[in-house]
C-alpha cells in the first residue's frame, strides 16, 4: 500500500488528505502525472496555446458555450437579411462582393480575372457595400 496526497490530485482541497491505496492506483496516478508533464513540456515546445489533441469536436464543445435557439434564430435572419441585400445588387457587384468576402479573392485577383482595373472593383465594391447598407437600414 501507498499513502499518497489528495492536495496534491484534487485542486478543490485545501489541506493535506492522506489516504492509502494499493501500489497498482499509485502506479497509475504517477504514470498520468508523468504524461501530462510530458504533454505541458510538448504544447510549450511548440508554442501551442492550445491542444494538441485529435479535432474531434470535444475540446471545442467543452471550452465554448452553446449556442441557444434564440440565437441561432437571430443569425439565421441576419443571413436571410444579408443574402436579400447582396442579391438586390447589380449583378456585377454581387458577384465581386461574393468573390471578395466569401471566397476572399483579393480586389487584384479578381480585377486580373475580369480583364479590368483594380480601382474599378475597389469602387465597384464600395459602392456595393453603400448599397447592402442602404438595404440593411430600410429592413432594420
Known sequence: MTTINLLDYYPYYTADCFIEVTDEVAAMLLAHARYEAAYQRRKYWNKAHYSLDRGDGIEHDALFVSV??????????TYEQLYAAIASLPDKQAKRIYAH??????????????????????????????RIETFLKKVL
Do not use: D, W
Open 68 to 77: 441557444s435557439p434564440c440565437e441561432i434564430y437571430e443569425r439565421k435572419v
Open 101 to 130: 468576402y466569401f471566397l476572399g479573392m483579393s480586389k487584384g485577383a479578381i480585377a486580373k480575372a475580369e480583364g479590368v482595373n483594380k480601382s474599378q472593383i475597389t469602387r465597384s465594391i464600395q459602392a456595393a457595400l453603400t
